[in-house]
């Protein structure tokens, strides 16, 4: 099943023996920094590393690889890109085919929970024909997909191989789509670009810009935090967006360094349960960190921020997509994340649907995958 330049084969992905074997050496001789203090306004703490640090040692990869062999993978072509995919079919008689994008410092992974409530009746979902086959790829650089082959592959270029996936690589004609984080912006684009293919999307907290004038006063509220979240949180965001080869030559060379890097901004942007911790599981964190580190992903994972700086048109302002929209705003981070006004997604989409939940964070469908999934039912199932 593949088109002229698309070329689809199922696959087996896991991790090399003597990576990890490289990898446990690593974090056994770490050198710790020196202690800047136990809060985390500094960033992530040196204890809180060192209890990562001997988690990690002693994870189960062979667990992990349990689950991947669990998926079913494909590598894909799409001209000059190879991506990772992983295609769940739907049971009942008609899964509406449903493509999953992720974000950073995110993964295919994070939709593991999803997965059985949206893909199978007898796990969660009520109705039998309210179910979904899903397609969820790797974003270029991340994880099992080869790294781009220019560092200025924009959001609007992946939606373009991700249509072309769904179309010529699976042969879905019509499809929905879900974005969070940097799956925002490519879920936007594909509805921006294949109305006609693209029968509904949904968004999770989207990050959006507001207009430099005629603002209402929701919008200038936004604007204000937008500003002082990025003077205090955004120092990661810029050094991918103008040095990311810098970075990347520090934390592929650290596995301690790359868990203090991503370990930060997944504590800072998850919900938490009631005992305090964030509400992002220990060995979920643990294997997403082992898939940066066995693929050597985390400089190319800092490419889309050099991309959107550097080679991005913005989405235009005023000038709605038709395709219906949903849009989700998640809280409940322990570091804040601005949240966008209803009337600027609405500058920027047709939005049929919004619903507000004081938890599930950045990494909704971690946290809160129940919700998560239901409002994904919900919104698609007139659009079927």
């Not at 087996?12 to 050198?31: M, N």
């Not at 992983?86 to 994008?101: I, K």
């Not at 999803?114 to 650089?141: A, W």
Request: with cysteine.
């Amino acid at each position: 099943m593949s088109g002229n330049d698309v070329r689809l084969e199922e696959t087996r992905v896991g991790f090399e023996s003597g990576v990890i074997h490289d990898l446990r050496l690593r974090l056994s001789r770490r050198r710790k920094a020196q202690d800047l203090g136990e809060g985390w306004e500094r960033g992530t703490p040196n204890s809180w590393i060192s209890d990562l640090v001997e988690d990690w040692i002693q994870f189960d990869v062979e667990a992990l690889q349990a689950q991947l062999d669990a998926l079913t993978h494909y590598q894909v072509q799409v001209d000059d890109q190879c991506l990772h995919v992983v295609r769940v079919v739907g049971s009942g008689p008609h899964p509406m085919p449903l493509l999953l994008t992720h974000g950073w410092p995110g993964s295919f992974l994070e939709h593991l929970k999803l997965i059985p409530l949206l893909s199978k009746p007898e796990e969660g979902v009520t109705d039998p024909t309210d179910t979904f086959t899903l397609i969820i790829p790797s974003l270029p650089g991340f994880g099992f997909s080869g790294p781009p082959p220019h560092p200025d592959r924009t959001a609007r270029d992946v939606a373009r191989l991700w249509h072309r996936l769904m179309t010529e690589g699976f042969g879905y004609e019509r499809y929905g789509a879900h974005g969070s984080d940097l799956g925002n912006g490519v879920t936007s684009w594909l509805a921006r670009e294949y109305p006609a293919n693209v029968v509904g999307i949904h968004l999770s907290t989207p990050g959006l810009a507001a207009p430099t004038e005629g603002r209402s006063p929701a919008e200038e509220r936004f604007v204000d935090t937008v500003a002082k979240w990025t003077t205090e949180e955004g120092g990661y965001m810029h050094e991918h967006a103008t040095k990311p080869a810098t970075l990347a030559a520090s934390i592929s060379d650290s596995p301690a360094g790359l868990a203090a890097w991503i370990g930060e901004k997944v504590v800072a942007w998850s919900s938490e349960w009631p005992d305090g911790t964030p509400a992002f599981d220990r060995d979920l964190l643990i294997s997403t960190l082992t898939l940066y580190w066995a693929t050597n992903t985390a400089g190319t994972s800092f490419l889309p921020y050099w991309a959107s700086q550097h080679a991005t048109a913005p989405l235009p302002l005023n000038d709605p997509c038709a395709v219906p929209t949903s849009v989700t705003i998640f809280g409940g981070e322990r570091v804040p994340l601005p949240k966008p006004p209803r009337e600027l997604a609405e500058r920027y989409y047709n939005v049929t649907d919004w619903s507000e939940y004081p938890i599930g964070g950045h990494f909704p469908a971690v946290a809160e995958p129940e919700i998560l999934a239901t409002v994904l039912r919900k919104f698609f199932r007139r659009l079927r």
